[in-house]
């Protein structure tokens, strides 16, 4: 079946640890998102990637990271320096980017609880 | 920049009956791409139906339609024979040559049997 993993469905973390989620595709996408959702509002864009070994920021990038160092794997970390980490997040991947019109396929995301 | 409002938060429908969600959205862009999407109870996004700007056709996916008025910047989606699993929130998203996709707020759907 082809499709968007991530792990783990749901994550705690106590304050001042840094965290990270997993995000792989088999789809043989070339482009990665990642989005976080909070109540009441839309997906906000976090990171995106075009192609290995680069990705760029997206609107609320601060206190994340990522790394792409195999096309089908898009690992997010939340560090310590993310203040409100408590969301949903969810990955995305696209044949190419957004701005061409390809269609974002979503995985099932994390939910991730500071405690 | 570009801006998607969906204003209604909530919405509810009879089975059976038909629905429409509001999206409108801000472009100074003749070229771009519309989308619903669809995030039930599980949360996994979903793609409802996906318009390409420079078509003059609305797009259709079975029960889901949409009425694109580019002019008027208005993209709303039309559920015709509403059934129990559509309820879900749906959202709607522009995107252009900007390489992201924008999000709305989100409309939540009740279906009531």
């Known amino acids: 079946d082809g499709g968007i993993t991530q792990s783990p469905k749901y994550l705690f973390r106590k304050e001042g640890q840094n965290v990270t989620l997993s995000c792989e595709q088999n789809?043989?996408?070339?482009?990665m998102y990642w989005y976080r959702q909070d109540p009441g509002q839309g997906l906000r864009l976090i990171y995106y990637s075009q192609i290995v070994n680069d990705f760029q920021k997206g609107d609320i990038a601060e206190g994340y990271s990522v790394s792409r160092e195999k096309k089908e794997s898009f690992p997010l970390t939340v560090t310590s320096a993310q203040k409100n980490p408590t969301a949903f997040y969810l990955c995305?991947?696209?044949?190419?980017?957004?701005?061409?019109?390809?269609?974002?396929?979503f995985g099932p995301g994390t939910r991730l609880t500071v405690l | 920049a570009q801006t998607v409002t969906q204003s209604q938060p909530e919405m509810s429908v009879q089975e059976a009956e038909t629905v429409t969600l509001s999206c409108t959205y801000d472009?100074?862009?003749?070229?771009?791409?519309l989308f619903w999407y669809k995030q039930p109870p599980s949360r996994q996004m979903i793609l409802v139906i996906r318009?390409?700007?420079?078509?003059?056709q609305n797009a259709t996916e079975n029960r889901f339609s949409v009425n694109f008025q580019k002019a008027a910047k208005s993209f709303s989606l039309k559920i015709s024979d509403s059934q129990l699993g559509d309820a879900a929130m749906y959202f709607c998203a522009y995107t252009s040559y900007t390489d992201k996709l924008i999000f709305g707020t989100g409309t939540r759907l009740q279906v009531f049997p």
């Open positions: 995305a991947s696209s044949l190419g980017l957004a701005g061409v019109g390809d269609t974002q396929y």
């Open positions: 789809l043989n996408h070339d482009a």
């Open positions: 318009q390409e700007a420079y078509k003059q």
């Open positions: 472009t100074s862009e003749s070229d771009y791409y």
